[in-house]
């Protein structure tokens, strides 16, 4: 059966009052609407121990939003992929554009980031998507072979096996203007291709999911596109109202 990756996005958002209250009222659904999709949560690393708690009996994984490159020491301030595991998170968010541009992220310190999750047998959720500039310019092929390229570099052939990429055009994160499924579904296409020219991975068992103003009203046309295999959710993974909706297309498209 053909398995669609949702993943929650929560960023910098939440408390333990919306965490209690969000799980309370998913519990209620988690058995009609989970059993075709594969759900992540990824909330702010501070509630991580806590959503842990409350999924443990859901068919719900637990994913972080970011990782260290050290696994332990004195690196203040810091969270390691060791710890991670420790706490019970399956996925790791790296790459996302937020910390490209607002933390200063490269492509060379995302690629360790991979290498460190991948050793410990997590799995990666690697964003990757060009600038509205970019697009303009028609570049969106050449920065996404730059973002994939570093990896290979980094880790040689054979490494996209049990990973997700998500693909995130930086305008469309957060604007309310998501990209056209159908250019996704291009984009998508070109990722596959290209990983598969450098990887020995077979096509099916590349995932590539779409992250960029998803909401109830768009999704459905996202959802039918062959090569969109999940969708990473930011905004409207924050309402659990909106965010079943979503599942529940899903689950009857799929
Ligand atoms: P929005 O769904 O809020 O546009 O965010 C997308 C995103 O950045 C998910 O990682």
């Not at 058995?31 to 859901?58: C, D, G, H, Q």
């Not at 050793?119 to 092929?141: M, S, Y």
């Not at 992250?211 to 959710?233: A, C, R, W, Y």
Request: glycine share 6%.
């Amino acid at each position: 059966m053909k398995k669609f990756f949702i993943t929650a996005n929560w960023k910098l958002n939440g408390n333990i009052k919306m965490i209690s209250s969000f799980f309370e009222r998913l519990k209620l659904y988690s058995s009609v609407f989970l059993e075709k999709n594969i759900v992540i949560i990824a909330p702010p690393t501070i509630y991580l121990e806590r959503v842990y708690k409350n999924i443990k009996n859901m068919n719900i994984f637990l994913g972080a939003q970011n990782v260290d490159i050290n696994l332990q020491g004195a690196f203040t301030g810091e969270t390691s992929a060791l710890m991670l595991q420790d706490i019970g998170v399956k996925y790791v968010i790296i790459g996302h554009s937020e910390r490209r541009l607002l933390h200063h992220e490269t492509n060379d310190l995302i690629s360790k980031k991979f290498h460190l999750i991948k050793e410990l047998n997590l799995i990666p959720i690697l964003c990757i998507g060009e600038t509205e500039r970019d697009k303009k310019n028609g570049q969106t092929q050449k920065i996404i072979k730059a973002q994939l390229n570093c990896i290979f570099k980094k880790l040689g052939k054979s490494v996209f096996n049990n990973t997700i990429i998500a693909y995130e055009p930086i305008w469309a994160i957060g604007t309310g203007l998501s990209a056209d499924p159908k250019d996704v579904q291009l984009i998508h296409q070109f990722i596959k291709n290209y990983i598969k020219k450098h990887d020995k991975i077979n096509t099916n068992d590349i995932l590539v999911q779409y992250g960029g103003s998803i909401n109830h009203t768009n999704v459905k046309k996202f959802i039918e596109q062959p090569d969109i295999n999940g969708l990473l959710i930011g905004n409207s993974s924050l309402s659990l109202q909106e965010f079943l909706k979503i599942i529940k297309i899903a689950h009857d498209i799929i």
